[in-house]
């Protein structure tokens, strides 16, 4: 059995991790502006790490988010890692408001 998501922590991750965060994220860890990053872009080829992306992953993971550095290292662009991160902060959301969604809300 998987261990629970902490609801405070989901809903911060939840609150904080948008897709101009996580640009503003990576381009910090990389080096460059935000505006130079496309969405589409191999940040490998940019020049991030598997070191700095492992960062990124346990930063993430400390928010709640389920996110695996494999998965990420797979795809290491930010529309897959987005795609990956908007899942994981969907899955938070339901596994840590049962009550909610049986209530329909």
Request: charged share 30%.
């Given at each position: 059995?998987?261990?629970r998501t902490?609801?405070?922590?989901?809903?911060?991750?939840a609150?904080?991790?948008?897709?101009?965060?996580?640009?503003?994220a990576?381009?910090?860890v990389?080096?460059?502006?935000?505006?130079n990053?496309?969405?589409?872009?191999?940040?490998?080829?940019?020049?991030?790490?598997?070191l700095?992306?492992?960062?990124?992953?346990?930063?993430w993971?400390?928010?709640?988010?389920?996110?695996?550095?494999?998965?990420?290292a797979?795809?290491?662009?930010?529309?897959?890692w987005?795609?990956?991160?908007?899942?994981?902060?969907?899955?938070?959301?339901?596994d840590?408001?049962p009550?909610?969604?049986?209530?329909?809300?």
């Amino acid at each position: 059995m998987e261990p629970r998501t902490d609801p405070d922590a989901a809903d911060a991750a939840a609150a904080s991790l948008t897709p101009p965060r996580l640009r503003e994220a990576v381009a910090a860890v990389i080096g460059t502006d935000p505006d130079n990053l496309r969405g589409d872009q191999n940040l490998v080829l940019l020049g991030l790490g598997s070191l700095e992306m492992m960062r990124l992953v346990n930063q993430w993971r400390r928010l709640g988010l389920r996110v695996a550095f494999q998965d990420l290292a797979a795809r290491p662009t930010l529309d897959a890692w987005w795609q990956r991160i908007d899942a994981a902060q969907r899955a938070a959301t339901e596994d840590t408001h049962p009550a909610d969604r049986e209530a329909g809300r």
